[in-house]
């Protein structure tokens, strides 16, 4: 005889955090003006670890359908976010969506201030690019609003998100290295911090730089705890008082290739006679550069339509079990003539 196991009611989780379901359910709903931090933490947790479901037929009976989609960035001015940006426009306003973009400034703060305003605002869904800093929280939110993330993932949800496959990127990069004269590979990258494709990037960096194909390279990975000009500059002045011939510098992201370029202006050093340089992302300058920039390219505008169509399918399917789905697209490698 099967055991049917008893579904959790609004009631369960508000007995095993100690508060009452109206709690819970201004919780769910995205209404924490009279709800203490600690409150939040205790919910989002309790939550998580006993995987709570709402019934996803009284989610879509929540409020009428506003067709606005909540679009938040950790940084709006970062050269992914432009054509991330204008895949999503695109494809949600030819199926009749509107889209409040909001920029966190890589702040958990005003991140999370965004998407409690964007709650109280009524918008259908949400699409993040997060910051790394409200994990508990944007999983809380999942519960009650249709998510999809963009570029990063967070551990153990139950959230859809669409990215780039960042271990296949890096392998990108350091196969092609195998084919030049390369004797040192230094990989300069933000912080991993909670930040899914740098902690991805740096894994599989370490993973190969162990392999027996790569044992005649040296392999380095910096991780700058500021990303600005002054701290760049100072990182390869060391470097390249360091270095020796067919050295490669490998960038993060397309601001770091940007701030490296600048520095080796500075410092009166050529790339590619002094090193090789290959950068994680395209940008719009990286072809119009003296030497134009080899790069790893993101489909970022493709990452865009792919997270718009997403989300506005889970909208559509409201009613409908709609599965998790961890989409990932492949970089490409753009050869010029930095390395």
Known sequence: MKIMKKKLLIKDVANMVGVSTATISRFLNGK???????????????????????????????SQESKTIAVIMADIFNPYS??????????????????????????????RNYIEEMVN??????????????????KGISLEHPVVLIGRKIKNSNISSVAADNAQGVKLALEHLLKTNCQRVSYLTPAPGNVSPRI???DTFERFA????????????IKLAVVDR?????????????SSQNHTIITGNGLLSLYVVQAAKALNKRIPEDFSLIGFDETE???ILKNPLTVVAQPTYDIGCTAAKKIITTLRKANESNETQIILLPFSLIVRETA
């Open 32 to 62: 924490y003006q009279s709800m203490s931090e600690s409150t939040r933490q205790k919910i989002a947790s309790t939550i998580e670890s006993i995987g709570y479901q709402p019934n996803n037929i009284a989610r879509s009976l929540r």
């Open 82 to 111: 432009m054509d991330v940006l204008r895949g999503i426009e695109e494809y949600c306003s030819q199926e009749g969506y509107k889209i409040f973009i909001c920029d966190a400034k890589n702040s958990g703060a005003r991140e």
């Open 121 to 138: 605002r009524g918008v259908d869904g949400f699409i993040l690019n997060t910051t790394g800093e409200n994990d508990l929280f944007v």
């Open 200 to 202: 991805e990037r740096v």
């Open 210 to 221: 162990a392999l027996s194909a790569f044992s005649h390279i040296s392999f380095e990975c």
């Open 230 to 242: 002054e701290h760049v500059t100072k990182t390869l002045e060391t470097l390249i008082a360091s």
């Open 285 to 287: 300058w990286s072809e």
